[in-house]
């Protein structure tokens, strides 16, 4: 056990050995970069590409040793000081040669690329290191700017890169091979630094719990710590040699465990969530019961299912029931619809539609032709008991639900697929309705509007009872676009925070876009680097801002348009006494627009004066003539393509608002909108793929901000890259999709249902064929 006295003292110590780790490392970078340029030279390819991968070799070897020696040389003032440098700082080299045109934007980008390329065992490193380092240091977690950040090295291997007459054209030729380096470099640092600390007896066992959030008084429910299992790596004995730290038990990179919510620890499927698996065993379970006793049933069930789609499975018609099964069939989906006799709309009217299903359930057996049949009514009848006992639904929906009972009946005999597949169109409509409802009130204004759809989807499909898996699927598509458009536009609820969400995602989308297409336009002109980081930086959002607010061809839009154009032009050389007075003339009204459009994106005034002090040093340069001039033609031309810059721009569909293109959205955190921009543990690729899969509509439990509530997911952006939930008293929350992984893989947020409908309806049938699997024959 550490003492508290000794912590600081280890802490620094175990940041040496960090730094030192690296160090040794970065020796075998250089050799695996050329080594990896020879194979690939070896291999047959088309000739621009080996001539790109000779003139990178080429370079490399040259340049290689000096890369190697600017980043220890880095890498030593940070052990030596024990303080990491200003990135900014650090980016400007003391000569005039760039990494590439841009270079602010382009040396984020690819550093922010480069750290987001960590992942598997090495963020899992990474996450135990961060752990016993906020136990020595008494933090709350490592500082933005920390060495042992994955994001502050990239930054150095970047700037080392440039420094050493080293191309942007070899990065990218070299960009797969970079990334896995790396990796290498930082997971061996991690991994030595944890096995020295481990030494001195710091925290043996990790248990992440009271580290994986920020927000004070908020716990998890899932232990992500435990047992540790030796394990080598193949660059030990390139960092330093000697024997493997510890890492924890059920961490495997490739193929990532979770929590299946409900039950003990079970592996994922390769692209499943916890509720996913869950349904996969229980429909294991029910294949295996039917084996047993309908051993031809299971046999259908287990053969494959063609794509969908009518041209290669035509919809099962009632044609494949006998003629005395459809008519009992349609008699019981009549005497289903017929209102009930019980008064009111709760536990009367509920007893009265089971006993109803109950009393047919034993006709419809008796029409049945076979024991295929008289096994799938059993089934069904037995799920839909279970659903109309469950009170986690509104009493009024259950009554709906009932109704549905016969046109299940007919897609299970037709297609007995509907036992086995989780994703069948029948099931999945029936737990999407039956997610959207939990936790609503049949007399609330929102339950009666999803009450209404769900009564209209319920007599669609009874409207049209020979189309089977179909008229399922077409109505589950609608009821889809119902949510999209309830959440957007009719539920009081979500509007604002709807409405705020879009406009953050539009934002960072335009914004990325104008800094995509502002650096082609200014890729050949001669533009101080201080005013490019201005102009893609700042400049970019303020456009982004204006155009969503006033619109692309709003005079306002046209105004900070017009500014950039006249501050490049300030910024060129003005050799003549005319040209100076211009300028001042023009300074004030341009200086002016500039901090109203730096208020209207919501930069701090303090901010602003830092932003208009760098451009005043960048204006009085081209007064003393060392600023490169601008053709006239030139800033026409730039002029003519800033106003119309909206038709240039890159589709959406080519911008993906990951973490490592978002700006920081917690800016856009208004009364109406929280931002989520910190929490969670790192997230593997299966709590990734979850995050993505939520439903618009299902309920969740979140811990965040001290608080513990219900919310519900009511918009998914682009991709699902931002998502937006609403609890029940109108606070919207607004996750990136990364950290939505880490609050799910932390257990911050939860299902609100741990399994869906239709799962439990065949876990309780299935509960009942334990005690009585005969009765599926009788």
Known sequence: MTSPSAAPALAQAARRVYVEALVKGSAAVPAALVEALQQRLLKPAEPPKIRAWRDTLAALQQHGATWQMGLIARLRRLSKSQEVPDPHLAARPAKALSLVEDDTIEREILASRLALSIQGETQWQLTDLRTRMQVLEGHPDLAPDDKMRPAVMARLWVDAWREADLGHV??????????????????????????????????????????????????????????????????????????????????????????????????????????????????????????RQVPSLAQVMAQPVPAAGPEVVPPPTAASLTPRLQAVIQRAQGALQRPPAAEGSGAAVLEEMRARSQAFKQVLKQAAGTPEERATIEIVAMMFQSILQDDRLPATVRVWFARLQMPVLRVAVAEPDFFAANDHPARLLIDRMGACVLG??????????????????????????????????????????????????????????????????????????????????????????????????????????????????????????????????????????????????????????????????????????????????????????????????????????????????????????????LRDISGHETEGLEVVGEGGSPPSPAMLAWARELPVGSWYRLQFRGRSETVQLAWAGARHQLLLFVSPQGRAVLFPLQRLAAFLQASLMQPAQDESVTVKATRDALARLESDPEQLLR
Do not use: C
Request: net charge negative.
């Open 170 to 291: 070899d990065w990218q030729q070299l960009q797969d091979v970079l990334h896995d380096e790396f990796g290498h470099w930082m997971g061996s640092a991690y991994h030595l630094t944890n096995r020295w600390l481990l030494e001195q007896g710091v925290l043996p066992e990790v248990d992440l719990r009271p580290f994986i959030i920020r927000s004070v008084g908020i716990r998890t429910g899932v232990q992500l710590g435990g047992s540790f299992l030796e394990s080598t790596n193949r660059r030990t004995a390139e960092f330093g040699g000697g024997s493997s730290a510890p890492v924890p038990a059920g961490r495997p990179s490739s193929a990532p465990a979770a929590l299946a919510l409900g039950g003990s620890a079970q592996p994922l499927q390769a692209a499943g969530s916890p509720q996913s698996q869950q349904a996969f065993q229980v429909l294991e379970q029910l294949h295996e019961v039917l084996r």
């Open 440 to 661: 609503f009130d049949s007399v609330d204004a929102v339950g009666e509007v999803l009450e209404r759809e769900i009564k209209r989807v319920v007599q669609v499909v009874e409207a049209y009872p020979d189309t089977g898996r179909r008229v399922f699927q077409t109505v589950l598509t609608e009821f889809e676009q119902f949510l999209s458009n309830f959440f957007e536009k009719e539920n009081p609820l979500s509007r604002k925070g709807v409405s705020l969400a879009q406009q953050v995602e539009q934002r960072e989308t335009l914004a990325i876009q104008y800094t995509i297409e502002l650096r082609k336009m200014l890729a050949d002109m001669p533009v101080d680097d201080s005013l490019r980081d201005f102009l893609f930086q700042v400049w970019a959002d303020v456009l982004a801002v204006t155009a969503v607010r006033e619109g692309s061809q709003a005079e306002v839009t046209r105004l900070m348009k017009r500014a950039a154009a006249d501050l490049i032009w300030s910024a060129g050389a003005k050799g003549s006494p005319e040209e100076r007075a211009e300028v001042i003339r023009r300074l004030p009204v341009l200086l002016k627009t500039l901090r109203d459009g730096m208020s209207h994106a919501g930069i701090a005034p303090k901010k602003q004066d830092e932003h208009i002090r760098r451009l005043n040093n960048t204006l009085a340069a081209a007064f003393t003539a060392k600023a490169a001039p601008i053709p006239r033609d030139r800033l026409e031309e730039l002029m003519d393509r800033l106003q119309t810059l909206e038709s240039m721009l890159p589709g959406l569909s080519d911008i993906e608002l990951d973490e490592g293109l």
